[in-house]
């Protein structure tokens, strides 16, 4: 699955722009990788809190 995921971040977003700046490639990515990232759906591995929930929680403890 991340294979498949990297090709075709590749694909669609890497490989297809003449980039004029790293910075500006750097968005596209991050928000094609924003995109695709469910952050309302709940993780086993986060203990079934959604990645947005746990983010805060960790940040509270920070």
């Not at 995921?5 to 968005?27: C, G, I, M, N, P």
């Not at 094609?32 to 309302?40: A, M, S």
């Not at 203990?47 to 947005?52: A, I, K, L, R």
Request: hydrophobic share 35%; charged share 25%; glycine share 4%.
């Amino acid at each position: 699955m991340i294979k498949m995921f990297f090709e075709t971040l590749k694909s669609k977003r890497v490989w297809l722009v003449d980039w004029q700046s790293h910075q500006q490639a750097e968005k596209a990515v991050t928000r094609y990788i924003d995109g695709f990232c469910n952050p309302v759906r709940r993780h086993s591995s986060l203990g079934f809190q959604s990645p947005t929930a746990f983010g805060r929680k960790t940040s509270d403890v920070s």
